[in-house]
């Protein structure tokens, strides 16, 4: 159960004179916008924990942004949040070659995207309850088979989601695109038949437990008032020209949380919201977030995303705990993404050594480069078309090139399917530029 903090009083007291060990603690405590339960043991000599918690608050307050006036929803600006957001300015927006980490070449580009596509669209269906591996829903979306159960069926909604979100990114967001991307994310994977696509009833009782304890950790607000929200959601998504601007990252991040904080559907609010960020971050020009696999991230801290949550509302909703929860999560990924790509660079480099065995392209130095380092595996062409992002016909031509040239061998999988491994000569025709 989450600490309720206590209540205090501002504090207009001159903070001038305070100790800079004082002024050290506090600045420390708000950089990392650290909860009451995290504050109270570390208070110096001569101060009360309550005490020290009103100072913390305090200086909060003179940077208190509001966002959202319905619920006093609001946050403290500091320093690391505006230092994290310029950071993203300058490796997440502008044109292609802006970030330093990216590769110039196109066809990588798009290998790099349905990649990260799948990954985010894994993971943020597993944090929902997909029961599923990684490998298995890699290879029904890289191979086009239909989803055998709900599980699969979630993640392959949430692949198409956001690439539908990809393709609209630039339009305004409606209460029927939104009702469009929940009906999209929820299609036939609902125990509810008639809820994809629709608000929730106020029959159905929707409040958000702990899945060990049964406690009950939010009951969102009544179902009467969520037309009310959407309108008021779009105007806020759509609108660049508020009176008090907020930076883009953090007005993302304060979408996803409302939709949480509301709970808008019977189920699926979770996907939505993260979908609703991707879609305000791709409008306002963050191009890198299409490679990022933010879910992946946030599922791996899962209990810190549900605490963000929880100690947002609990201290009065001040979201602040939740923005810089993903703020760091933003961090995380782009890290991750860094050396992803600098790990595919050196593949590459190596699979271009390939290339000096004459008459092979490049893809096919590549697919080589797989059986060097999976000496025993086995690829059909979808597997091809999945990870290269070509047609069955050049995969299928590609295998059967080097097959030709006496790299791979040809074997059946069905009586209907061809695999292709390893020839018994491969070591010997590749060993020579190695």
């Not at 995290?38 to 913390?56: A, H, N, Q």
């Not at 957001?85 to 802006?98: L, T, V």
């Not at 029959?203 to 304890?213: L, M």
């Not at 020209?241 to 699926?268: C, M, Q, R, S, W």
Request: hydrophobic share 35%; charged share 25%; aromatic share 10%.
């Amino acid at each position: 159960m989450i600490e309720q903090p206590p209540h205090t009083t501002t504090d207009t007291t001159d903070t001038s004179n305070e100790s800079e060990e004082l002024k050290n603690l506090i600045s420390s405590i708000n950089s990392r916008y650290l909860y009451w339960s995290d504050v109270k043991y570390r208070m110096p000599s001569g101060m009360t924990d309550i005490e020290l918690w009103s100072k913390v608050k305090s200086v909060r307050n003179l940077t208190d942004v509001k966002v959202w006036t319905q619920n006093n929803i609001h946050f403290s600006l500091t320093n690391t949040m505006q230092k994290l957001c310029h950071e993203f300015d300058m490796n997440f927006g502008g044109s292609w070659g802006a970030s330093k980490i990216f590769p110039d070449d196109k066809i990588t580009q798009e290998l790099y995207l349905i990649s990260s596509i799948m990954e985010e669209a894994i993971a943020s269906s597993q944090m929902e309850g997909a029961a599923t591996t990684r490998e298995a829903a890699k290879e029904m979306l890289r191979k086009k088979i239909s989803p055998k159960d709900k599980s699969q069926r979630m993640i392959l909604n949430n692949y198409n989601t956001i690439n539908f979100i990809r393709d609209h990114a630039k339009e305004s967001l409606t209460p029927t695109f939104i009702m469009q991307i929940h009906g999209m994310m929820t299609e036939n994977a609902f125990d509810i038949q008639d809820a994809a696509g629709r608000l929730r009833r106020e029959d159905e009782n929707i409040v958000v437990g702990n899945g060990i304890t049964g406690e009950i950790v939010h009951t969102p607000p009544a179902a009467e008032c969520l037309n009310e929200f959407l309108n008021n959601l779009c105007t806020f998504f759509n609108d660049d020209n508020t009176e008090i601007f907020i930076h883009p990252i953090i007005k993302a991040i304060t979408v996803h949380f409302l939709v949480g904080y509301y709970h808008p559907f019977a189920d699926g609010n979770g996907r939505t919201a993260r979908a609703l960020f991707y879609w305000y971050m791709m409008k306002s020009n963050y191009w890198l977030v299409q490679y990022l696999s933010i879910s992946r991230i946030i599922k791996g801290s899962k209990r810190a995303y549900e605490k963000a949550f929880l100690y947002s509302e609990s201290d009065g909703n001040d979201i602040g705990y939740f923005v810089q929860y993903n703020l760091d999560v933003l961090l995380k990924s782009f890290d991750a993404l860094s050396l992803y790509i600098k790990r595919k660079n050196n593949e590459k480099k190596k699979s271009e050594k390939l290339l000096h065995l004459g008459n092979i392209t490049a893809r096919q130095a590549e697919i080589l480069s797989i059986y060097i380092e999976n000496p025993d595996i086995v690829l059909v062409s979808t597997d091809i078309v999945g990870k290269f992002g070509v047609t069955h016909n050049t995969a299928k031509s590609d295998l059967r090139n080097l097959t030709e040239k006496g790299y791979l061998s040809e074997i059946s999988l069905n009586g209907r399917t061809k695999g292709y491994i390893r020839s018994s000569n491969f070591e010997q025709m590749v060993s020579r530029i190695r």
